[in-house]
Protein backbone atom coordinates (compact mmCIF):
# COMPACT_ATOMS: atom_id res chain seq x y z
CA UNK A 1 0.00 0.00 0.00
CA UNK A 2 2.12 2.60 -1.38
CA UNK A 3 0.25 5.96 -0.17
CA UNK A 4 3.70 8.12 -0.73
CA UNK A 5 6.03 7.09 -3.73
CA UNK A 6 8.91 8.36 -4.91
CA UNK A 7 9.79 6.52 -8.21
CA UNK A 8 13.13 8.01 -9.08
CA UNK A 9 15.66 5.72 -6.66
CA UNK A 10 18.24 7.45 -7.45
CA UNK A 11 19.15 11.17 -8.97
CA UNK A 12 22.62 12.40 -10.05
CA UNK A 13 23.52 15.99 -10.67
CA UNK A 14 26.79 18.45 -10.78
CA UNK A 15 27.57 20.62 -8.62
CA UNK A 16 26.04 24.47 -8.96
CA UNK A 17 22.83 22.96 -11.04
CA UNK A 18 19.30 22.18 -10.03
CA UNK A 19 18.35 19.44 -8.56
CA UNK A 20 14.66 17.90 -8.28
CA UNK A 21 13.26 15.31 -6.38
CA UNK A 22 9.40 14.36 -7.15
CA UNK A 23 7.11 12.74 -4.89
CA UNK A 24 2.99 11.77 -5.72
CA UNK A 25 0.60 10.89 -3.39
CA UNK A 26 -2.54 8.59 -3.56
CA UNK A 27 -4.33 9.48 -0.26
CA UNK A 28 -6.65 13.17 -0.60
CA UNK A 29 -6.83 13.27 3.13
CA UNK A 30 -3.19 14.34 3.02
CA UNK A 31 -3.33 17.94 3.86
CA UNK A 32 0.79 18.41 5.34
CA UNK A 33 3.86 17.51 3.23
CA UNK A 34 7.32 17.63 4.30
CA UNK A 35 10.85 16.83 3.06
CA UNK A 36 13.23 15.07 4.99
CA UNK A 37 17.22 14.18 4.53
CA UNK A 38 19.05 11.28 5.43
CA UNK A 39 22.49 10.50 5.92
CA UNK A 40 23.52 6.77 6.77
CA UNK A 41 23.30 5.63 9.77
CA UNK A 42 21.55 8.98 11.04
CA UNK A 43 18.44 9.83 11.54
CA UNK A 44 16.11 11.89 9.07
CA UNK A 45 16.64 15.44 9.15
CA UNK A 46 13.57 17.55 8.22
CA UNK A 47 14.31 20.06 5.79
CA UNK A 48 11.14 21.60 4.31
CA UNK A 49 7.33 21.66 4.59
CA UNK A 50 4.19 22.90 2.91
CA UNK A 51 0.41 22.69 4.08
CA UNK A 52 -2.00 21.67 1.35
CA UNK A 53 -3.15 24.96 1.39
CA UNK A 54 -0.18 26.48 -0.44
CA UNK A 55 1.23 25.74 -3.64
CA UNK A 56 4.96 26.43 -2.69
CA UNK A 57 7.46 27.13 0.02
CA UNK A 58 10.54 28.15 -0.20
CA UNK A 59 13.46 28.17 2.45
CA UNK A 60 17.15 28.92 1.04
CA UNK A 61 17.87 27.21 -1.17
CA UNK A 62 15.14 24.63 -0.91
CA UNK A 63 11.62 25.21 -2.41
CA UNK A 64 9.01 23.03 -2.19
CA UNK A 65 5.73 23.01 -4.81
CA UNK A 66 2.58 21.34 -4.27
CA UNK A 67 0.04 20.66 -7.55
CA UNK A 68 -3.00 19.18 -5.12
CA UNK A 69 -4.73 18.14 -8.19
CA UNK A 70 -1.86 16.16 -9.68
CA UNK A 71 -1.64 14.90 -5.76
CA UNK A 72 2.27 15.93 -6.77
CA UNK A 73 4.89 17.90 -4.94
CA UNK A 74 9.07 18.09 -5.89
CA UNK A 75 11.90 19.54 -4.06
CA UNK A 76 14.08 21.94 -5.68
CA UNK A 77 17.23 22.29 -4.57
CA UNK A 78 19.22 25.72 -6.13
CA UNK A 79 21.95 25.45 -6.43
CA UNK A 80 23.28 21.98 -5.48
CA UNK A 81 26.25 21.41 -3.22
CA UNK A 82 28.24 18.39 -2.71
CA UNK A 83 26.82 18.54 0.87
CA UNK A 84 23.15 17.49 -0.70
CA UNK A 85 24.50 14.09 -1.55
CA UNK A 86 21.87 12.29 0.96
CA UNK A 87 18.87 9.68 0.83
CA UNK A 88 15.57 12.65 0.06
CA UNK A 89 12.28 11.16 1.66
CA UNK A 90 9.30 12.74 1.14
CA UNK A 91 6.44 11.94 3.86
CA UNK A 92 2.75 13.13 4.58
CA UNK A 93 0.16 13.89 7.42
CA UNK A 94 -3.58 13.61 7.09
CA UNK A 95 -5.90 16.06 8.75
CA UNK A 96 -7.66 16.45 12.24
CA UNK A 97 -8.13 14.16 15.01
CA UNK A 98 -5.07 12.47 16.20
CA UNK A 99 -3.67 11.88 12.37
CA UNK A 100 -0.51 12.81 12.68
CA UNK A 101 1.50 9.98 11.56
CA UNK A 102 3.84 10.44 8.92
CA UNK A 103 3.55 8.37 5.91
CA UNK A 104 6.92 7.86 4.28
CA UNK A 105 8.00 7.45 0.31
CA UNK A 106 10.70 4.97 0.03
CA UNK A 107 13.52 8.12 -0.27
CA UNK A 108 15.49 9.16 -3.50
CA UNK A 109 19.64 9.34 -3.13
CA UNK A 110 20.80 12.16 -4.43
CA UNK A 111 24.56 12.16 -5.37
CA UNK A 112 25.88 16.02 -6.40
CA UNK A 113 29.34 15.55 -8.20
CA UNK A 114 32.02 18.17 -7.66
CA UNK B 1 20.28 24.02 18.62
CA UNK B 2 17.66 21.27 20.81
CA UNK B 3 17.87 17.43 19.45
CA UNK B 4 16.21 14.23 20.22
CA UNK B 5 18.70 11.57 21.61
CA UNK B 6 18.41 8.05 21.56
CA UNK B 7 20.43 5.17 24.00
CA UNK B 8 21.65 2.79 23.16
CA UNK B 9 22.65 3.57 19.51
CA UNK B 10 22.79 -0.65 18.87
CA UNK B 11 21.30 -3.28 21.04
CA UNK B 12 22.16 -6.73 20.22
CA UNK B 13 19.39 -9.30 21.99
CA UNK B 14 18.55 -13.02 21.87
CA UNK B 15 15.19 -13.63 20.34
CA UNK B 16 12.46 -13.56 22.94
CA UNK B 17 14.07 -11.59 25.02
CA UNK B 18 12.92 -7.48 26.43
CA UNK B 19 14.45 -4.79 25.24
CA UNK B 20 13.68 -1.31 26.06
CA UNK B 21 14.79 1.41 24.00
CA UNK B 22 15.22 5.05 25.30
CA UNK B 23 14.28 8.79 23.83
CA UNK B 24 14.68 11.87 25.12
CA UNK B 25 12.23 14.73 23.57
CA UNK B 26 13.14 17.83 22.81
CA UNK B 27 11.96 19.70 25.84
CA UNK B 28 8.81 22.08 25.19
CA UNK B 29 7.37 19.15 22.59
CA UNK B 30 4.02 17.30 23.26
CA UNK B 31 3.87 14.68 20.86
CA UNK B 32 5.96 11.86 20.51
CA UNK B 33 6.77 8.99 18.04
CA UNK B 34 8.07 5.83 17.74
CA UNK B 35 8.97 5.31 13.91
CA UNK B 36 11.61 2.18 12.36
CA UNK B 37 13.11 1.11 9.20
CA UNK B 38 13.60 -2.51 8.25
CA UNK B 39 17.16 -2.40 6.19
CA UNK B 40 16.56 -1.84 2.64
CA UNK B 41 12.55 -0.75 3.32
CA UNK B 42 10.78 2.74 3.89
CA UNK B 43 10.32 4.64 7.89
CA UNK B 44 7.10 2.91 9.14
CA UNK B 45 5.05 4.33 11.87
CA UNK B 46 4.66 2.42 15.10
CA UNK B 47 2.51 4.76 17.63
CA UNK B 48 1.84 8.50 19.12
CA UNK B 49 1.71 9.69 22.05
CA UNK B 50 -0.02 12.49 23.37
CA UNK B 51 -0.74 13.66 27.29
CA UNK B 52 0.17 10.11 28.84
CA UNK B 53 -1.32 8.45 26.55
CA UNK B 54 -1.17 6.36 23.21
CA UNK B 55 -2.83 8.66 20.17
CA UNK B 56 -2.44 6.45 17.49
CA UNK B 57 -0.59 3.25 16.80
CA UNK B 58 -0.52 1.17 13.46
CA UNK B 59 -1.07 -2.78 12.98
CA UNK B 60 2.93 -3.46 13.77
CA UNK B 61 2.65 -2.09 16.85
CA UNK B 62 1.18 -5.40 18.57
CA UNK B 63 0.57 -6.62 21.92
CA UNK B 64 4.45 -7.15 22.70
CA UNK B 65 4.98 -3.49 21.94
CA UNK B 66 4.22 -0.75 25.04
CA UNK B 67 5.35 2.64 25.08
CA UNK B 68 5.62 4.37 28.37
CA UNK B 69 7.17 8.24 29.63
CA UNK B 70 8.02 7.29 32.95
CA UNK B 71 9.33 11.07 33.62
CA UNK B 72 9.00 14.33 32.35
CA UNK B 73 12.01 14.38 29.91
CA UNK B 74 12.38 9.97 29.02
CA UNK B 75 10.12 8.33 26.64
CA UNK B 76 10.78 4.68 26.01
CA UNK B 77 9.68 1.78 23.56
CA UNK B 78 9.50 -1.86 24.92
CA UNK B 79 9.21 -4.45 23.03
CA UNK B 80 8.46 -8.00 25.40
CA UNK B 81 9.26 -10.96 23.49
CA UNK B 82 11.86 -10.11 20.33
CA UNK B 83 11.56 -11.87 17.23
CA UNK B 84 13.95 -12.12 14.38
CA UNK B 85 11.73 -9.91 12.56
CA UNK B 86 11.82 -6.97 14.68
CA UNK B 87 15.85 -6.10 13.38
CA UNK B 88 15.33 -2.70 12.35
CA UNK B 89 16.48 0.69 12.99
CA UNK B 90 14.09 2.50 15.58
CA UNK B 91 13.66 6.49 15.65
CA UNK B 92 11.98 8.39 17.70
CA UNK B 93 10.72 11.39 17.03
CA UNK B 94 9.15 14.58 18.92
CA UNK B 95 6.84 17.83 17.41
CA UNK B 96 5.32 20.61 19.27
CA UNK B 97 1.75 20.65 19.06
CA UNK B 98 0.45 20.19 15.71
CA UNK B 99 -3.81 20.07 17.22
CA UNK B 100 -2.92 23.81 17.16
CA UNK B 101 -0.89 24.52 14.05
CA UNK B 102 -0.35 22.64 11.45
CA UNK B 103 3.23 23.18 10.99
CA UNK B 104 3.84 22.33 14.27
CA UNK B 105 3.50 18.63 12.77
CA UNK B 106 7.25 19.33 11.54
CA UNK B 107 8.34 16.33 13.67
CA UNK B 108 12.22 15.94 14.68
CA UNK B 109 14.00 12.20 14.52
CA UNK B 110 16.44 10.92 16.61
CA UNK B 111 20.18 9.48 15.34
CA UNK B 112 17.92 5.65 15.99
CA UNK B 113 19.02 2.89 18.17
CA UNK B 114 19.99 -0.18 15.82
CA UNK B 115 17.92 -3.29 17.13
CA UNK B 116 19.93 -6.32 16.43
CA UNK B 117 17.65 -9.75 17.25
CA UNK B 118 20.07 -13.19 16.88
Known amino acids: DQQVKQNSPSLSVQEGRISILNCDYTNSMFDYFLWYKKYPAEGPTFLISISSIKDKNEDGRFTVFLNKSAKHLSLHIVPSQPGDSAVYFC?????????????FGKGTLLTVNP | EPEVTQTPSHQVTQMGQEVILRCVPISNHLYFYWYRQILGQKVEFLVSFYNNEISEKSEIFDDQFSVERPDGSNFTLKIRSTKLEDSAMYFC????????????????FGPGTRLTVL
Open chain 1, 91 to 103: AASGNGGSNYKLT
Open chain 2, 93 to 108: ASSRNPIKIPSYNEQF
